[in-house]
């Protein structure tokens, strides 16, 4: 056997198939510290289970039954360790992941059977093993293109471990067991393999499509979740603001009494001072929001007292009558998820940079709400929303996708963009929709 041959038959070895998609897929995903380092075995591993002193010893291609398949269930099983030992991806997500990698790679072993059963002239083993490399390679930049960067998607499918697990048993039986059983056996194995092809790219897209389902049943769930928690937290708000209206009104009139009081008497700087920051402390009645909708006011008050105790300037110019065509809740969720975001992205910054400003203005038939904050830095946009920067994302984002579909609702839509180090949202409303519910 020449070299030639030899490095075409080592590089489409099966577990170095493995190891190379499973690490083409997880490439994205954080790594381990010394990932370097920690390739080293991995690489060694990959090596030996190449050899032919490894097929030998374990029969690998030969035999029945066990025999024949235990090697390649040890080899996937390495490859399942290798990916968890570099990547900081749990060992359920490493079974998986490396379970979607067998299934590629029966793929590429049933196109690689139907190419020899072609009998080309001149398409001799060489020319068969640099084709399927060929192959190999065009699949490893699929691999990357389009499962890497949408791996993020599967998490969905990732919290149900005990379907998560069905499926990566089933992937491995598929490629396993199928594969044994129907190998070399006449016309009958011949006419699967194109069968097997069709079959490996319906198990990988499987999960991404249940995931999807799955993702769309959680959001719709959390989003009515949402829309129930905001009514309630929007009554809470209400109760809480009306009580420290009556009882800051009530305190005002007694800091009149005590300033009367002690004009009448002796008292010291620290009665003055005490006085002063009683006044200034019952002055937050009047910074009680007055847009005229109740809708608004509620929030703003609140989260201008949130802001007032983090620091942050936050200025509004709304005229609520412009969003009464919007029911309370509604506007209660909307504006308190675009604020709760402005404000823990300018938490992160200096003071002087802990600014949000909110307005509402109406123009050329539209109206529009825009929230305006400065940010660290842009967040990275997908599908021209902005990604959430929280490690759990399967869990996360939902304000954002609740803002728009409020903002859908009422026949508007939603922009996200930055400017210099801002951060603007615009939800636009038709001003045709304003104007019938008034």
């Known amino acids: 056997m020449s070299i030639l041959e030899k490095s075409l038959e080592f590089a489409n070895s099966y577990i170095i198939t493995l190891l190379a998609f499973g690490f ?11 990932f370097i380092l920690r390739l080293i075995p991995v690489i060694a591993a990959g090596i030996f289970l190449s050899t032919d ?4 010893a374990l029969s690998m291609g030969g035999g029945g039954g066990s025999i024949s398949t235990m090697p390649y269930f040890i080899g996937w099983a390495i490859a399942v360790l290798a990916m968890w030992f570099c990547f900081k991806i749990s060992f359920l997500q490493a079974l998986f992941y490396q379970s979607l990698c067998y ?96 079959l490996c ?51 005002k009139y007694q800091v009149v009494a005590l300033r009367q009081l002690a004009a009448d008497g002796n008292h010291s700087k620290v009665y003055d001072d005490a006085v002063d920051a009683l006044e200034k402390d019952v002055m937050i009645y009047d910074s009680i929001a007055k847009t005229g909708y109740g809708g608004i006011d509620i929030l703003l008050t609140e989260k201008s007292l949130l802001c007032d105790k983090k620091g942050i300037l936050f200025t509004y110019m709304i005229d609520g009558e412009k969003l009464m065509f919007m029911d309370e809740v509604d506007l209660y969720i909307l504006l308190g998820n675009a604020l709760d975001n ?27 709400l825009s929230v305006e904050n400065f940010c660290a830095k842009p967040p990275q946009m997908v599908d021209g929303l902005p990604k959430t920067t929280k490690k759990d994302s399967a869990n996360h984002g939902f304000g954002t996708k609740s803002i728009i579909g409020i903002a859908e609702k009422y026949g508007g839509s939603v922009q996200f963009f930055t400017y210099d180090d801002r951060f603007v949202l615009n939800v636009l409303f038709p001003f045709r929709q304003n104007t019938q519910s008034l």
């Open 201 to 251: 790219i319906f198990f990988v897209a499987l999960p991404f499509l249940l995931s999807a389902v799955l993702r769309s049943k959680t959001e719709k769930q959390k989003l009515e979740q949402m829309l129930i928690d905001g009514e309630k937290q929007r009554r809470l708000s209400e109760e809480n603001i009306e009580a420290i209206n009556r009882k800051c009104h009530d305190l």
């Open 103 to 198: 299934v590629i790679e029966h793929m590429i072993f049933n196109l690689k059977f139907a190419l020899i059963l072609t009998e080309i002239d001149g398409f001799n083993a060489i020319w068969v093993n640099a084709a399927v490399l060929g192959i190999r390679i065009a699949i490893g930049f699929a691999i990357y293109f389009l499962l890497a960067k949408r791996l993020e998607k599967l998490d969905y499918l990732l919290e149900y471990k005990a379907v998560a697990v069905i499926i990566a048993a089933v992937n491995v039986a598929f490629t396993i067991l199928l594969n044994n059983w129907f190998y070399n056996r006449g016309w009958f194995s011949e006419a699967l393999y194109i069968v097997r092809v069709l």
């Open 53 to 56: 002193f490894y097929r030998n």
């Open 342 to 368: 402005a404000i823990e992205a300018v938490c992160e910054l200096p003071k002087e940079q802990r600014i949000i400003n909110m307005g509402v203005i109406s123009r050329n038939e539209m109206t529009m």
């Open 24 to 34: 083409i897929l997880c490439c994205l995903q954080p790594k381990r510290k010394y």
